[in-house]
């Protein structure tokens, strides 16, 4: 059987048996801080077994996308050595959430194994926990399992948890014996040894207990199960063949780094690198299709290790010197699309960002492997009693390096350790990845401080913290509401912009009025800055990028300006803001007080503003998949009344045309006034009709849709989703929306950058802003146009006309000062003096610049044919200096840098360069005559010291 026929059997087989037949999930987990990737097949169903989540079906079944590659899971090393190991694998699995049991799992697994493939019974093994008399018993019954081939094991092996506390249980795994010719020795068997005789093809897990913070288990009411077979392992049994690369899955990608190297692929030592490589292939294909991007952290660092690492394995075992992991990427997408057509639909971002990333660490790759050969030349050479510049490349790294080690060395760590400060710089200067450097290293019998290393990386990490501008301020609430026994807040604000409401809490900023230790108070006064928790509220918290609520709440005695609304708590909905009199109060001063029956009321016009730059971040997003490509995907927002800003995916950037049909795309919907129409929906439900989330939010099982929905035959406003036409965008949202596009009034894309490797932000303005920007830029260019003399539509070929004018007479001063440079080079040669037989010019002249300075000293080296001149002159209010000496002198040890440094330091400054030529800087400029002074002085000096 093929692969995809034993996909398609497997996923039929457990549909016929009332299970629901699920897509993949992406790679990337959805809210879950635990994981990297996704990397076994329940992971997306983890909610619903913790009882978190409900689905319209009790039974599933999955092929699922998985990577394990970094984090608790990670197979990374083994990649490439064992026949069994991968970075990135699919998971067959089928699962019951409290449906059945023990029995029906042992059944359907034989059932399938043995009758659907046809295994012979005699060569499946089984594993069960060793309590576990009930699944010993049940393999005897159901599958006539003899009892010498199921093997009891402990917890390491046979039971399993989703963590250190919740659901948990006991598993049973079905090995697949590969023959008594697999036999690793004398001790060879299951549970005593781990060769590839006993190949494990499917993980049963039962879930039938929660485990508590003590360690006590305790059954599930509705115990559950999760089962997990690895389509590559399944597919070897069946296509007998020795590995898993020999499967009809890898075997064409290795059979393409065969081909593009010219190299033929060995099932030994001598194929480790094709094997890699064909592995990362589908690993690098699969996660940059699910929107993962090359960087230096988390997802994007594990990306990047894995993809690094073929390029180096291709490059140095290989000799591929072409950029390749694109092919390699075309490869995969050709076997594997069949069964994720997500693949075919990114194919040529997959290969774009795979070729850029490749041709960027290729610039570097070639320099920083000669470094670390050269360095263990170097490390070799010493240890034999060489020296140490021998190495001529970076002799003062070796050096270092070395010393390091004599350093380590002599407190009993061992010679051949490489320092973790060498594997920082490579990392630093090269972009190599630290597991890299210690794949290289263990290549030349040697180990890297992997502590030194982390501690170059954390005071990294400080620099870069203390560097980053803090961007607003940080929010530190008055009151730890984790500990208020208050009910959730009610949200109003979708339906209305005012509501009475009644006060729960009142907190006071620590220190001031009748707070409590803790904050709290009954009352709060004119002047005090107070946080308020209202049974209900209009106002809207700040999340998922955008700003809150600002507006005022009012009480009997009392009004506050509220100026910031955040969550906190569980579910509760904190006002910050000051309190002020009534206006219309004649006497006695503002306060509000807990328990008070209150008005709240949202600032209607932010609100609006806020609402129309949040409706326009859907369709930047929209528009910008439809300009980009379907990679395109938002990864961070800020809409505040003012602006937004819109960070999404892209591996280059945006061009000005590209930009420019966005911004048409979006203002032409703005114009069409399309219906925005929110609406709840399941989540699941949601993400089939095609709505997209965003990985790192945490959605519930009720999610809020926001849709941009055609209008039906030019009617704005259509009364129900189904009357329209097609979605320009589908987003789940719990933001506030205009209620069409019209409301936008107009977008302006202000700017477009750079944030990060393979991460773009868009900056824009709408409404009101955008209006406010329209005016301010006309007056700029009526202005302009004014002051060149013209109508605003000339403005661009008048200024361009003054601006030629402009070079003209540019070229025209510098024509003349050239002329005056040649007057003042026939003076200077009079003044020419000999210092120990070396001609010697030291002088102040009149030059605008450093490019003069330059001038003058080439026409006095070309006149003087050997000498050593010094020039200085005053421009930008300072003195400068700049040091000539010629070609026979440098050869003498004669250096224009250390004379100009030693010159400028006069003054009271510094500056260097090359040993011909050298410029420099002070910052007394009544010292520039005493400087040159200096110059025969220290011209002796140098001549004496050679």
């Given at each position: 059987?093929?692969?995809d026929?034993?996909?398609?059997a ?40 913790l009882g ?8 599933a079944?999955?092929?699922?996308k998985?990577v394990?590659?970094g984090?608790?899971?990670?197979d ?55 309590d ?12 006539g ?8 094991l402990?917890?390491?092996d046979?039971f399993w ?6 659901p948990c249980?006991p ?12 036999r690793?020795?004398?001790?060879c068997?299951?549970?005593a ?30 115990p ?5 077979m690895g389509l ?16 009809d899955l ?11 190297s010219?190299?033929e ?12 490589i064909a ?9 940059i ?12 660092y ?12 291709g ?6 010197q ?5 092919v ?11 069964a ?10 997959i290969?774009?960002v ?16 000669f ?13 034999k009693?060489?020296?140490?510049e021998?190495?001529?490349?970076r002799?003062q ?20 350790r490489?320092?973790g ?9 090269y972009?190599?990845p630290?597991e ?16 030194g290393f ?18 607003g ?10 500990e ?23 907190a006071l ?5 009748q707070?409590?230790a ?8 004119q ?10 509220t ?5 999340g ?6 600002q507006?005022?709440?009012q009480?009997?005695?009392g ?15 904190v ?14 001063h503002g ?26 971040t859907?369709?930047l997003?929209?528009?910008?998949r439809?300009?980009?490509g379907?990679?395109?995907q938002?990864?961070?927002s800020?809409v ?6 819109f ?12 930009m ?18 929110p609406r ?10 095609g709505?997209?989330?965003f990985?790192?939010e ?12 055609q ?8 009364p ?7 979605p ?13 596009t ?5 977008v ?7 944030v ?7 900056e824009?303005v709408t ?17 302009l ?8 539509q ?16 540019r070229?025209?001063?510098q ?8 007057h003042?080079v ?17 002088a ?5 610049d450093f ?20 020039l ?16 026979d002198?440098?050869e ?21 360069g ?6 420099a800087?002070?910052?007394?400029a009544s ?15 140098s001549?004496?010291?050679?």
């Amino acid at each position: 059987m093929t692969s995809d026929e034993i996909r398609e059997a497997f996923l039929a087989f457990f549909q016929e048996r009332g299970h629901q037949r699920v897509p993949s999930a992406s790679l990337i987990p959805r809210a879950d801080p635990t994981l990297l990737y996704v990397n076994a097949g329940m992971v997306q169903f983890k909610d619903v077994f913790l009882g978190q989540e409900s689905r319209p079906y009790t039974r599933a079944t999955s092929s699922q996308k998985c990577v394990r590659a970094g984090g608790k899971h990670n197979d990374l090393d083994s990649v490439g050595r064992t026949a069994r190991h991968h970075t990135f694998f699919e998971m067959l699995g089928n699962f019951s959430f409290g449906d059945y049991f023990k029995r029906e799992a042992i059944e359907y697994a034989w059932t399938f194994l043995t009758v659907v493939l046809r295994l012979p019974k005699e060569r499946l093994w089984v594993t069960v926990y060793q309590d576990d008399d009930e699944a010993f018993g049940l393999w005897r019954e159901l599958a006539g399992v003899p009892a010498e081939r199921i093997v009891r094991l402990g917890e390491h092996d046979n039971f399993w948890a989703m963590g250190d506390t919740g659901p948990c249980g006991p598993c049973s795994e079905i090995i697949w014996d590969r023959g008594e010719e697999q036999r690793c020795g004398d001790q060879c068997g299951i549970g005593a040894c781990d060769c590839d005789r006993w190949l494990e093809v499917w993980n049963l897990v039962f879930m039938q207990f929660n485990r508590d913070e003590r360690g006590e288990m305790t059954p599930l009411p509705k115990p559950s199960i999760d089962t997990g077979m690895g389509l590559e392992r399944i597919a070897s049994v069946l296509q007998d063949v020795p590995t898993n690369y020999d499967t009809d899955l890898l075997k064409p990608l290795i059979e393409k780094v065969a081909e593009l190297s010219g190299k033929e692929y060995f099932p030994d030592e001598r194929g480790f690198a094709h094997r890699v490589i064909a592995d990362h292939a589908r690993a690098c294909a699969f996660l940059i299709g699910d929107g993962v991007l090359p960087g230096n952290e988390g997802r994007g660092y594990v990306l990047r290790r894995i993809l690094r690492r073929a390029i180096r394995l291709g490059r140095s075992k290989l000799e591929l010197q072409r950029p390749f992991m694109g092919v390699m990427a075309e490869a995969v997408i050709a076997r594997m699309s069949g069964a994720y057509p997500e693949l075919l639909e990114k194919h040529a971002f997959i290969t774009k960002v795979l070729e850029l990333e490749e041709e960027r660490f290729g610039e570097t790759l070639g320099r920083g492997l000669f470094v670390i050969k050269g360095t263990f030349e170097v490390i070799g050479i010493t240890a034999k009693g060489g020296s140490v510049e021998q190495f001529v490349e970076r002799p003062q790294l070796a050096q270092k390096v070395l010393d390091e080690m004599r350093a380590a060395a002599s407190n009993q760590v061992t010679l051949g350790r490489l320092p973790g400060g060498f594997a920082f710089y490579l990392y630093d200067t090269y972009g190599f990845p630290y597991e890299l450097t210690e794949e290289i290293a263990a290549e030349h019998g040697l180990s890297v401080d992997r502590e030194g290393f982390e501690r170059e990386m954390e005071q990294q990490r400080e620099r870069a913290r203390a560097a980053q501008k803090r961007v607003g301020r940080e929010r530190e609430a008055f009151l730890d509401y984790d500990e208020l026994p208050l009910p959730e807040s009610e949200f109003l604000g979708y339906q209305t912009l005012s509501a009475s409401a009644r006060v729960l809490s009142l907190a006071l900023r620590q220190g001031s009025g009748q707070a409590t230790a803790g904050g709290a108070a009954e009352e709060a006064t004119q002047g005090q800055e107070v946080e308020l928790v209202l049974d209900q509220t209009p106002f809207y918290v700040e999340g998922g990028g955008q700003v809150g609520d600002q507006g005022e709440i009012q009480g009997p005695s009392g009004r506050i300006h509220i100026v910031d609304t955040f969550r906190a708590g569980r579910g509760l909905i904190v006002h910050r803001g000051l309190v002020e009199r009534r206006p219309e109060a004649l006497e006695g001063h503002g306060s509000v007080m807990v328990g008070e029956p209150v008005t709240a009321r949202v600032d209607a016009n932010r609100r609006a503003d806020t609402a129309r730059n949040h409706t326009a971040t859907h369709l930047l997003h929209a528009a910008l998949r439809q300009v980009l490509g379907g990679h395109v995907q938002q990864a961070g927002s800020l809409v505040a009344p003012d602006r937004l800003r819109f960070d999404f995916s892209h591996i280059a950037p945006v061009s000005r045309e590209e930009m420019d049909e966005v911004q048409r795309i979006v203002n032409q919907k703005i114009r069409e006034d399309w219906p925005v129409r929110p609406r709840t929906s399941g989540y699941q439900e949601a993400i089939q009709e095609g709505a997209l989330a965003f990985f790192d939010e945490k959605y519930g099982e009720v999610v809020r849709i926001v849709e941009v929905q055609q209008p039906q035959n030019g009617r704005p406003h259509a009364p129900h989703p189904s009357d329209g036409g097609k979605p320009f965008s589908k987003e789940l949202c719990g933001g506030t929306h205009c209620g069409s596009t019209g409301e936008i009034g107009f977008v302006y894309i202000l700017s477009e950058s750079s944030v990060g490797a393979g991460m773009r932000r868009i900056e824009a303005v709408t409404g009101r802003a955008a209006e406010e920007l329209v005016r301010q830029r006309f007056g700029v260019l009526e202005e302009l146009s004014r002051q060149v003399g013209g109508q605003p539509q000339e403005a661009p070929s008048k200024v361009a006309g003054l601006l030629e004018t402009l070079e003209q007479e540019r070229r025209r001063a510098q024509a003349l000062q050239r002329e005056v440079s040649r007057h003042q080079v026939e003076e200077l040669l009079g003044r020419v003096s000999a210092v120990d037989g070396v001609s010697l010019l030291s002088a102040r002249v009149a030059a605008p610049d450093f490019e003069t300075l330059r001038d003058m000293a080439d026409l006095l080296r070309a006149r003087m044919q050997s000498g050593v001149i010094v020039l200085g002159a005053v421009f930008g209010e300072r003195p400068n200096f700049l040091a000539a000496v010629t070609k026979d002198l440098v050869e003498r040890g004669l250096n224009a840098g250390a004379l100009v440094k030693e010159v400028a330091s006069v003054a009271g400054g510094g500056g260097g360069g090359r040993p011909e030529l050298a410029q420099a800087g002070g910052r007394d400029a009544s010292k520039l005559d005493e400087a040159l002074q200096r110059a025969p002085a220290l011209l002796r000096k140098s001549l004496a010291a050679g």
